[in-house]
């Protein structure tokens, strides 16, 4: 979906997303305007090559406690960050660029890779991508619906 340089959607507190470039249809995420930067649940992390060649391979969970529909993500490392987390502390992570989908609307965004085993959400949306057309109702969840119910109920638990 294209939307026009005025345009603004509002969006819950947490949202079904999509990330269309690596094939992810569903994923909870928390949007969360506190935080600059979007993370992503990712393991099994490994960096070949150097400078410019720099990438950076990774494996994403869609689901809480559950490998049904584990993704293998190849991209190129758009930078490294330090990061401070909500309990105050600082590590550097790796930064990717991917495409996210709130609404059915795609957005770039600047993605940094953490391990998220112990959250509630395998992935937090941040400022900078909120920023791009979309404001925040903390009253309010799932505005831009839900995954369908056989998802849901197929991966409840894990």
Request: aromatic share 6%.
């Amino acid at each position: 979906m294209t939307r026009s340089a005025h345009s603004t959607t509002i969006a819950g507190w947490r949202e079904w997303v999509g990330l269309p470039g690596v094939g992810i249809p569903w994923i909870k995420a928390k949007l969360d305007t506190g935080a600059r930067t979007s993370t992503i649940h990712a393991y099994d992390v490994h960096v070949e090559g150097e400078g410019a060649e720099e990438r950076v391979r990774f494996r994403i969970r869609p689901w809480q406690d559950s490998d049904e529909d584990e993704v293998e993500v190849e991209c190129p490392v758009h930078d490294r960050r330090r990061v401070r987390s909500s309990s105050g502390h600082a590590q550097e992570r790796i930064v990717v660029i991917m495409e996210v989908a709130i609404h059915g609307v795609v957005v770039p965004t600047e993605m940094t890779l953490s391990n998220r085993d112990a959250m509630g959400f395998r992935m937090l949306i941040g400022r900078q991508t909120l920023r791009q057309g979309f404001v925040v109702d903390a009253r309010r969840s799932f505005l831009g619906g839900r995954a369908p119910k056989e998802v849901r109920r197929a991966n409840r638990g894990r």
